[in-house]
């Protein structure tokens, strides 16, 4: 199962990203400026359901030429079921969980990745040992942002937070908010923490709905420098 779930592994491609010539630029900066202190160590993305990890990881694994997975797509090819949904009607959720924790520890063996997790990896105690071998960054989003981003595409695929009936909006906020509450002291065991509200005061901005994935890629990127220097001075 191991073996046949890496080869698997070996076959996925990062989707090619658009973004503009000034960010482009310091993308690519950022991304040399960090590159020699990662070391080939693997990147988790950690955070709630639409906090970006999917969508900022693939941006970050194409400017460190590093690639690019999405555990949720593993478990999925791993299952034999298309989506994370399907999964947790057939099965469960804990069944979803296992094969989770499965993935993470088959990518822990290697080297040169940006991971997306899903949500709720960071709930399981041994997903962190297996992240751990790499560097963990938070993506914090507030949650009314990640209720609207959720909300316009739909919660078909996020099984936590679908309803049948009532406004999708207050739903999603509130299903949300309970999430929050019971994982935030695991989100906070990352390594470095993407505060979107941070970097929204930083550029002058009042709102997070405007800042780019971009922008939030080369945010985490810094939190990566930082973390990996500062970890460098107290080991010299
Ligand atoms: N910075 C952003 N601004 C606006 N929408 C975003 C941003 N980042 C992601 N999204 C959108 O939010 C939704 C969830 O993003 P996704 O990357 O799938 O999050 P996650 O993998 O953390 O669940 C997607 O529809 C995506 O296009
Ligand atoms: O928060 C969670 O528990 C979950 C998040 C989802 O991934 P995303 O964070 O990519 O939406 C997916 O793993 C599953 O629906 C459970
Ligand atoms: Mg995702």
Redesign the pocket.
Known sequence: MRARRRCEYALARTDRVQYSADEALVLKQKAEDVLPYLNDRCVYLV?M????????GKIIAEVLGYSFFDSDKLVEQAVGIPTVAEIFQVHSEAFFRDNESEVLRDLSSMHRLIV?TG?GAVIRPINWNYMKKGITIWLDVPLDALAR?IV??GTASRPLLHQESGDPYTKAYVKLTNLFEKRMDSYANADARVSLEDIAFKQGHNDV?V???SA?AIEALLKMESFLTQKAMVRN
């Open positions: 955070g359901m639409g906090s970006g990890k999917t969508t900022v997306a949500g981003r316009a595409v709905n800042l780019t994935p939030i």
